[in-house]
């Protein structure tokens, strides 16, 4: 029913690059929290949650994930931001 997605940056860095993992969580309507996906990657980037099962979310909950959230509209328009 709801997902909860962040970027989590390292401290490491190679030259102008900071390596990142987005992380989704999910809770369904038993209140039951999922870890759903990670994906590592220089950004803060999208991933199929489609392909991975996940009927569309009523609202989805993050901070700048910005290709998330251009993904997330693509994918699933109704979900809330």
């Known amino acids: 029913m709801y997902i909860w997605v962040d970027g ?3 401290g ?3 030259e102008d690059v900071k390596l990142c993992s ?3 969580i999910g809770v ?3 209140r039951q ?3 759903l996906a990670i994906e590592d990657g220089v950004q ?3 991933l199929n949650l489609k392909q991975r099962g996940i009927n569309t ?3 989805a909950i993050g901070d700048g994930a910005m290709e998330f959230w251009s993904a997330l509209d693509d994918v699933y328009p109704q979900t809330r931001q």
């Open 28 to 30: 369904n309507e038993h």
């Open 22 to 24: 987005l992380v989704i």
């Open 44 to 46: 803060e980037s999208t």
């Open 57 to 59: 979310p009523k609202v």
């Open 8 to 10: 989590i940056f390292s």
């Open 33 to 35: 929290k999922k870890f």
């Open 12 to 14: 490491l860095c190679s």
